[in-house]
């Protein structure tokens, strides 16, 4: 006669236990996790919510860098310019070594109007990370604010010598091409930022703008069709963010 069948294996200890949590309560989020907290308070920023941004993170146990951004951003956007000094005087102090940290301490003063102050942020940065692209970016924005618009696009050729998409140089030196009367420089830039960047509004709006003034219509025809779509898409997802946030 065949054997028995053999009795199904034992379950090891605990098993039962973990059988009894489901999966979905397992991996639910957190909102007290700094991951989610930080993802939220971007969200109510984005949504001009400042207060709520406040809420979230005032009393973080833990200052990170990210954290420390959001905040100075918050006390700015609320106008209160003593806690956004503060902490971006905490933030030049405690991640002294991170370029990141430094960079968001320079914009935070050159946007105050203390441009000297941001310069030697700017350069502290690039002396800890001399390849650190962000930097070279804002750097060049406080020239153009300085008028200096040569210093400027040299640092914005080091943007794109480093990230050959970067949107925002792309934008910023056709604008300065344009300003100088190269319209079709311009619009290579543009065309290059939106073939790298297909959702963004921004070179496509310049792009309108300068084929109009080179009487190419059709292309700036073309130029707008595309702006009403990624518009549409774009409001519809906002809206949908920005009810998930304020519930």
Known sequence: PPPPPRPPPRPPPGAAQRRTTPPAAAHAPDPHRPPRKLA????????????????????????????????????????????AADIAADMVRIFDKDPDALNSAAIYHR???????????????????????????????????????????????????????????LVTLAQLLAKEGDYKGGIRLLERARDAHSNELAPRLLLASYYLNQRDLGAAESTEMEMAAIGSNEAVVNEVIGNILIE
Do not use: M, W
């Not at 400042?50 to 420390?68: F, H, N, P, W």
């Not at 002396?127 to 930097?135: D, I, K, L, M, S």
């Open 111 to 169: 946007r105050s109007g203390d441009r000297e102050r941001a310069r030697e942020l700017y350069e502290s940065s690039l002396a800890v990370n001399p390849e650190y692209v962000p930097t070279y970016f804002e750097l060049a924005q406080l020239e153009l604010e300085s008028e200096n618009p040569a210093e400027a696009r040299r640092l914005l050729d080091e943007v794109l010598d480093r990230d050959e998409n970067h949107l925002g140089a």
């Open 40 to 83: 939220l308070a971007q969200g109510y920023l984005r949504t001009g919510q400042a207060d709520k941004a406040l809420a979230l993170l005032t009393g973080t146990e833990e200052q990170s860098i990210d954290s420390s951004k959001l905040l100075l951003a918050a006390y700015a956007e609320s106008e209160n310019e003593k806690a």
